[in-house]
Nanobody, 116 residues
Framework: QVQLVESGGGLVQAGGSLRLSCAAS????????MGWYRQAPGKQRELVAS???????NYADSVKGRFTISRDNAKNTVYLQMNSLKPEDTAVYYC??????????WGQGTQVTVSS
């Protein structure tokens, strides 16, 4: 059974950093695009960053210059380095790929809370 397990979240002060990890139970190299998403209370889930198999990246305007997405295909893991965190970055963060999203599968996510 497919699993995506996110970790690395926590409570951090504004300006701090966190590194999120997403471990997949399948070979992520088979997925062209992996992404990090987040959902804040009362808001819709949004795409924060994505990375293709050829390591091309895209970021939401709100995180450009602060977040960096990377992937290690050998370890079936995707990372999100988050620097200069702001209170508005507070959310549950998920990783996913379009194939699993189309099947309505999401992992449990990891909570990121940024205090002011």
């Amino acid at each position: 059974q497919v699993q995506l397990v996110e970790s690395g979240g926590g409570l951090v002060q504004a300006g701090g950093s966190l590194r999120l990890s997403c471990a997949a139970s399948v070979n992520i190299f088979s997925f062209n695009t992996m992404g990090w998403y987040r959902q804040a209370p009362g808001k819709q889930r949004e795409l924060v960053a994505s990375i293709t198999r050829t390591y091309s990246t895209n970021y939401a305007d709100s995180v450009k210059g602060r977040f960096t997405i990377s992937r290690d295909n050998a370890k079936n893991t995707v990372y999100l380095q988050m620097n200069s965190l702001k209170p508005e970055d507070t959310a549950v963060y998920y990783c996913n790929t379009p194939r699993f999203i189309s099947e309505d599968y999401w992992g449990q996510g990891t909570q990121v809370t940024v205090s002011s």
